[in-house]
């Protein structure tokens, strides 16, 4: 986008053969001049309109896919890569409620999207015409903002239609960031035939000569001060912690430098950019501290700042809620509360960096404070280089520790819900490289996946390395055809069902444990990698494993390793690593 009004020539509206394709080819340069040149397609008449002046853009970049729920999530993944949101174009009927899923994670995580679906115009509505519902608000409450767009129209101005482009971006940027719907109604013709039409509003005609939005929105930056009580409390405070959910590398910067100076310990999600690559006073295995260190007292804090979104490990939260801090703060720039257990005192609505400045820089901290949790931080790291010796040839959590070892500095790496994003939570080394992680742990869901991962992807321009269980792999299977032109190497990890149902209650109730949780399919992923023509391998050790996946990095191309394991002998393994981990705490 161009910050500044010039003068050009710019014909691409003024040139479009009627008023409706006028109308959409509007919309979508109102959309490139914002900054949102990247649209996710999915076939559909009703839409003819909007795709096409996609198509004929010169600087739009379009992204198509079979499935509108694939094209929603890859969509949300281009959107949590480049931290600006991308177009989903949808015809009308059902084709616009397979978006729910995905709005609905975005909405979770406060991830920026632009939803364009096409409608019947009014009169056709509710008459039982083909392939039209109610589109209006379908989305609820999970979208920041929505407009039900007219058909295109003399008695309409084609500036209400630009300004209303405009204010959906600004509620898409702003604080909460998030995702935006304008159903837009066309009639027939909609193939792009010769008819009338002409710029005769003088401040469209202004609009067509320049580059810049019809209406420009400054994004505002949420500012809420820091109460003096809590500086002067974290001044004062003895045994802070720091708790960092999801984070930009940005915010992940900020964090870790003001750690580094209080000598505070940051307990990293796997999603907060601190985790893989791991710098002291940042402790990678609290998951295992807490659920295991004998002497738990001596890591309870009196203080606990909580950055940026909500994070995996249970155990830790279960711990921060048992904690005696009197002061509990979180720092967001966003309103929604991450605090499923009340027990927050302060919440405090401004950017990680404002924040961060306005905080003391000297604190009481004493050195044996953040010395305590990094010597059983080394201790845990220690065990699981070591692990014990009978453990199976390749077993899940040394997958995470494999792919995080050997993952490449130019990839980034996906994790899918379920046991992937905990098993890398727990078992990434700390010493591996500091790639960039995602994961849709707004709403939790296994759905859209692969596309999430080939949308990450598309943004970075760059490949990514996605960890996904089987089930969640079936769920999205046709997002492999995104894998063609947008490189993403699965790891597949086949147990033959629901692996995370082996770690709950309902374990221990055998007469409907399996199949009604654990969903065995019984099949291999091969065909899956025939039918879409990617390079496949099935490794049986972990040396395998780290060979087939540095040849596939090697390659560039996408690719699909499929991992096949025991959900059973899974949970064996978890059980055998927390007792060798534990045994290590106990020495430590």
Not at 29 to 34: I, K, L, N, P, S
Not at 358 to 369: E, H, Q, Y
């Amino acid at each position: 986008m161009n910050d500044v009004a010039t003068e050009t020539d710019h014909p691409f509206v003024q040139k479009a053969p009627n008023r409706t394709h006028g109308w959409a080819r509007a919309m979508i340069d109102e959309c490139v001049r914002a900054g949102v040149d990247t649209f996710f397609i999915a076939p559909g008449s009703r839409s003819t309109p909007l795709t096409t002046a996609v198509a004929q853009h010169p600087d739009a970049h379009p992204v198509l896919h079979l499935d509108e729920r694939g094209g929603a999530f890859a969509a949300l993944g281009y959107a949590r890569a480049a931290g600006r949101p991308a177009g989903w174009i949808t015809t009308s009927g059902t084709a616009v409620a397979n978006g729910m899923p995905a709005v609905a994670e975005a909405a979770q995580e406060g991830i920026p999207m632009l939803l364009l679906t096409a409608d019947r115009p009014p009169e056709l509505r509710s008459t039982g015409a083909n392939q039209t519902i109610d589109q209006v608000k379908l989305f609820g409450d999970h979208v920041r903002w929505s407009a039900d767009v007219p058909p295109p129209s003399g008695d309409v101005p084609l500036a209400s239609v630009l300004t209303t482009v405009d204010q959906a971006l600004h509620h898409a940027r702003r604080t909460p960031p998030g995702p935006v719907h304008l159903n837009v109604m066309y009639r027939k013709p909609l193939h792009p035939v010769d008819g009338p039409f002409a710029l005769d509003d003088p401040a469209v005609q202004a609009w067509a000569k320049r580059t810049t939005p019809f209406t420009t929105y400054p994004v505002p930056t949420p500012h809420a001060p820091v109460p003096p009580a809590l500086a002067s409390a974290v001044q004062q405070a003895e045994r802070g912690l720091i708790v960092a959910g999801r984070l930009t590398d940005a915010e992940a910067h900020e964090v870790l430098e003001w750690a580094q100076a209080q000598h505070w310990p940051v307990l990293p999600d796997v999603t907060s950019q601190l985790r893989l690559g791991a710098q002291t006073p940042v402790v990678p295995y609290a998951h295992q501290i807490v659920q295991h260190a004998p002497d738990l007292d001596a890591l309870r804090p009196d203080l606990i700042l909580h950055v940026g979104g909500r994070f995996v490990s249970k155990q830790v939260r279960h711990f921060l809620r048992d904690a005696p801090a009197a002061v509990r703060a979180t720092v967001r720039p966003a309103p929604m509360r991450v605090d499923p257990d009340h027990r927050c005192t302060y919440h405090i609505e401004t950017t990680i960096e404002k924040a961060i400045d306005a905080l003391p820089t000297r604190t009481a901290t004493p050195a044996s404070w953040n010395g305590t949790w990094q010597r059983y931080n080394e201790a845990v790291a220690d065990a699981l280089q070591a692990p014990p010796s009978d453990l199976p040839p390749l077993y899940e959590p040394g997958i995470a520790e494999r792919i995080s070892t050997h993952i490449p500095d130019t990839h980034a790496l996906m994790l899918a819900s379920s046991m992937p994003v905990r098993d890398m939570q727990r078992y990434a080394t700390a010493n591996g490289t500091a790639v960039p992680v995602y994961a849709n742990r707004g709403a939790s869901g296994i759905d859209g996946t692969i596309a999430t991962a080939a949308g990450i992807s598309v943004a970075r321009k760059a490949p990514t390395t996605l960890l996904i269980g089987d089930l969640a792999t079936w769920h999205d299977v046709n997002a492999f055809a995104l894998l063609k032109e947008h490189p993403v190497i699965a790891v597949v990890v086949n147990n033959d069902g629901g692996g995370i149902f082996h770690f709950l209650p309902i374990a221990g109730h055998d007469d409907v444990f399996e199949p009604y949780f654990t969903t065995p399919q019984g099949r291999s992923f091969e065909s899956v990698a025939r039918a879409f023509e990617l390079p496949y391998a099935c490794p049986t050790t972990r040396n395998e494993l780290t060979d087939a996946y540095q040849e596939a990095c090697e390659r560039g191309s996408s690719a699909l390793i499929e991992v096949c394991t025991d959900r059973h002998t899974n949970a064996a393994v978890h059980r055998q690593l927390d007792a060798h981990v534990a045994a290590a705490l106990a020495d430590a």
